[in-house]
């Protein structure tokens, strides 16, 4: 089969017609609300411990980047507020997208995928069960549900590993890296990255379950699937982390601007 130049615009224009159709299907009721509860509590268990392992690299690494830039400049002084920023507003929204895209979607895509070839999406709806609003909607949620939690933990980890690492080996004060959290950052940085850890629960889910109610050709079709459900997330993730970005400092500006 040939291929077709607009192929990529039809594929991403059937994703975003997708994501519409979850997202308005989110307000329809009956709520599955056992569906939600075990795919929450399932997402859960396979991103929480890997969450908090990576949270501790994640301040280590930007505690010793930091910590060495600000000593450069003479302003050690500054490197608990420098930490809290990193970490809050950056570090972890990505570091917990990573997790609920890499494990929670993959897991979401190969259910669903599985599903798909045994037909059991079909019986779904020759029953006239819609599989939008019983299986994709409260996974959704649920990965949004989780992912805001994820980066609640991953920020707690992330500035008391930097914390750590600052005061342990590179010879900061307690004092000083506590005194300084307020010196820049600011209380809507901290709803700011929660708000993108709930955008990215929603992306990986919704491209996940797209992906996995497409699949076809057998095992390998839904292997296939969850492949490209991890690459397409990431570009989307890294994408909507620019956006939002970008409008958070027109809408906030810097603290002390």
């Known amino acids: 089969m040939s291929w077709q130049p607009t192929?990529?615009?039809?594929?991403?224009?059937?994703?975003?017609?997708?994501?519409?159709?979850?997202?308005?299907g989110l307000p329809r009721r009956p709520f599955q609300w056992q569906e939600f509860v075990r795919q929450a509590w399932f997402l859960a268990g396979v991103t929480i411990v890997p969450t908090a392992l990576v949270a501790i690299p994640f301040g280590a690494v930007?505690?010793?980047?930091?910590?060495?830039?600000?000593?450069?400049?003479?302003?050690?002084?500054?490197?608990g507020a420098a930490m809290v920023l990193a970490v809050v507003r950056?570090?972890?929204?990505?570091?917990?997208?990573?997790?609920?895209?890499?494990?929670?979607g993959s897991a979401i895509c190969a259910d669903l995928g599985s599903r798909t070839i045994r037909e059991e999406i079909d019986a779904m709806r020759v029953l006239g069960i819609d599989p939008l609003h019983r299986l994709v909607v409260p996974r959704v949620l649920a990965a949004m549900f989780v992912a805001v939690f994820l980066n609640g933990l991953v920020s707690v980890v992330g500035v008391i590993g930097?914390?750590?690492?600052?005061?342990?080996l590179q010879g900061g004060t307690p004092g000083a890296y506590l005194a300084s959290f307020t010196a820049l950052a600011q209380l809507p940085d901290l709803w700011a990255g929660e708000v993108k850890a709930l955008v990215f629960g929603l992306v990986a889910a919704?491209?996940?379950?797209?992906?996995g109610l497409n699949a076809g050709g057998g095992p390998k079709g839904v292997g296939d699937a969850v492949n490209q459900t991890v690459v397409i997330t990431f570009m989307l993730l890294f994408f909507a982390n620019f956006v939002m970005q970008a409008i958070y400092f027109q809408v906030v500006p810097p603290k002390g601007a």
């Open 62 to 79: 930007i505690a010793l980047q930091v910590g060495g830039l600000i000593r450069q400049f003479g302003a050690q002084s500054f490197a």
């Open 7 to 24: 192929a990529p615009l039809q594929a991403s224009g059937r994703l975003f017609a997708f994501g519409l159709g979850v997202v308005r």
């Open 206 to 211: 919704v491209v996940a379950s797209y992906k």
């Open 90 to 104: 950056e570090a972890s929204p990505i570091a917990t997208a990573l997790l609920i895209a890499g494990a929670g």
């Open 162 to 168: 930097g914390y750590v690492f600052n005061v342990v």
